[in-house]
């Protein structure tokens, strides 16, 4: 069990807050800045878009440090104490689909949901897998690419131990890549605009998903596209407020200001 933070540090209170894309279980997981968000943070309900468990990389060789363990206890902590806990599972942890619509410690398994902001807007929240047509269609080569980007991750945890040394702060190389690549910024897009469409269609103000480790607010054709981000890269949540103002909170950023306020550093759109 990882040691609890020092000093005393209030907790930043939300309506809604969503997380995705944790990959516990592979090395890029940063598990440690997540359990120091969520014990920085209390809300009434927590979505988990998706990818919370690496299934994928599970079944190829077991890696599981306390860190990780940490995370799930932290959770079912939340459940516990009355936050409502909803697990929208992903692509890499798509064992769980099969047992949808069932409880367990507290978390609600769904496929998608449909969450009612403050303000009275309707989201659909999938994790988005679903619209990505490399996973849908060509599973081998999701496979491929999941291998190469295991490697950048590798990488990704180098480049960030050599930077703690010198005491500079978190920086990932694998999201300033795909910032880089023309290929990565344009399939960026049209998947934006394929789940932009499903919400069109269904009626629905907005969606909120994950998937893409690409951290997001935008219009897109009439309705708001959320994308909460992920905790290999990035590390970000989307978060709602009593009033249904949604943002994103960059938590590495934010953990390595001199300010401790949870709020300090949000993105708003």
């Not at 009434?44 to 599970?58: A, K, M, P, S």
């Not at 902590?77 to 806990?85: D, E, L």
Request: hydrophobic letters at 45%; one cysteine or more; glycine letters at 8%.
């Amino acid at each position: 069990m990882l040691p609890e933070p020092k000093g005393f540090r209030p907790k930043k209170s939300y309506r809604t807050i969503w997380i995705s894309d944790v990959h516990l279980g592979t090395r890029g997981c940063n598990a440690a800045m997540l359990v120091d968000f969520l014990r920085s943070v209390e809300c009434e309900t927590l979505y988990l878009v998706g990818d919370i468990i690496d299934g994928w990389r599970l079944r190829k060789g077991w890696y599981w440090p306390d860190a990780h363990n940490e995370v799930i206890r932290r959770i079912l902590k939340m459940a516990h104490r009355g936050t409502r806990v909803v697990f929208v599972a992903g692509n890499h942890d798509e064992v769980f689909r099969d047992y949808a619509g069932m409880t367990f410690g507290g978390v609600e398994l769904v496929l998608e949901a449909v969450h009612e902001t403050a303000d009275g807007r309707r989201l659909l929240v999938t994790h988005g897998d679903s619209f990505d047509g490399v996973v849908l269609y060509h599973r081998w080569l999701a496979f491929l690419g999941d291998k190469a980007y295991e490697v950048l991750l590798r990488a990704n945890v180098v480049v960030n131990a050599a930077r703690r040394r010198l005491r500079l702060p978190y920086w990932s190389l694998s999201a300033h890549l795909k910032r880089k690549v023309k290929n990565a910024v344009q399939y960026v897009c049209d998947f934006e605009d394929a789940v932009a469409r499903e919400a069109i269609e269904r009626g629905l103000d907005g969606i909120v998903c994950g998937h893409i480790h690409c951290a997001e607010i935008r219009q897109i054709a009439g309705i708001t596209y959320y994308n909460d981000g992920d905790w290999v890269e990035s590390c970000t949540a989307l978060v709602e407020d009593a009033t249904g103002a949604m943002t994103i909170v960059e938590w590495a950023r934010q953990s390595a200001m001199s300010d401790p306020s949870p709020a300090a550093m949000e993105l708003t759109a």
